[in-house]
């Protein structure tokens, strides 16, 4: 398996609370990848990152931030909370561009009250 | 910009019957394909991918896909399926020197005893 590690697995936080969620990698990959799983939306990409500093925006980035200051390190931040971001999210890894196969972790759940 | 369809979101079989699962693809360069498979409280996993050259792909546990592109699709198969394949099979899409991999809404397998 891939050594990819989220955390937490797990987490329950009220709305208007700052959440930061972490990908953890050990393969030294090029590519970091953040995701949210919804039913009837499947996997849809929120931010994304091709080195360290270096970002961009996915499809549905609004009220997410992300960090990379380490290769092997890939933060989402949700600012503020709110229960639209209830939702399993997913990081993966890629080594190098469009043609290698991603590699996901276990993903996280997330819970807005 | 490239966007995957996935036409249905449930797909029940009878154990050792046969299945396709559809997926088409929308892009205006040339694109690498994929499915992944996320079986119960799971992350993603590949089952293959076309990146180039014959356009029947094999994967693990005995699916194919087909990649035809004036149809602009790229099919799921599996001859005989089992009650293990219950999962959700995702379809993605990358583009030609894109870093963005970008999902279908999944198609839920149920194998019916």
């Known amino acids: 398996d891939a050594g990819i590690t989220q955390s937490p697995r797990h987490k329950v936080t009220e709305t208007g609370t700052p959440v930061t969620l972490r990908c953890h990698q050990t393969?030294?990959?090029?590519?970091m990848y953040w995701y949210r799983q919804d039913p009837g939306h499947g996997l849809r990409l929120i931010h994304y990152s091709y080195g360290v500093k270096d970002t961009d925006k996915g499809e549905v980035s609004d009220g997410y931030s992300v960090s990379r200051s380490k290769t092997e390190d890939f933060l989402l931040t949700l600012e503020s909370a709110t229960s639209s971001q209830t939702s399993v999210y997913f990081c993966?890894?890629?080594?190098?561009?469009?043609?290698?196969?991603?590699?996901f972790g276990q993903g996280t759940r997330l819970t807005v009250v | 910009a490239q966007s995957v369809t996935q036409l249905d979101s449930q797909v029940p079989v009878f154990e050792e019957a046969p299945v396709e699962l559809r997926c088409n693809y929308s892009?205006?360069?040339?694109?690498?394909l994929f499915w992944y498979v996320q079986y119960p409280n799971q992350g993603l996993q590949l089952l293959l991918k076309?990146?180039?050259?014959?356009?029947l792909v094999k994967g693990i546990n005995g699916f194919e896909a087909e990649f035809n592109k004036s149809q602009t699709s790229f099919h799921l198969r599996k001859p005989s399926v089992h009650i293990s394949d219950t999962a959700e099979y995702f379809c993605?899409?990358?583009?030609?020197?894109?870093?963005?991999?970008?999902f279908g809404t999944g198609t839920r397998l149920t194998i019916i005893p």
């Open positions: 393969e030294n990959h090029r590519y």
């Open positions: 076309y990146l180039s050259g014959s356009t």
């Open positions: 993966a890894i890629r080594a190098r561009d469009a043609h290698t196969e991603a590699f």
């Open positions: 892009s205006s360069v040339s694109v690498y």
């Open positions: 993605a899409v990358s583009e030609f020197g894109n870093e963005k991999l970008t």
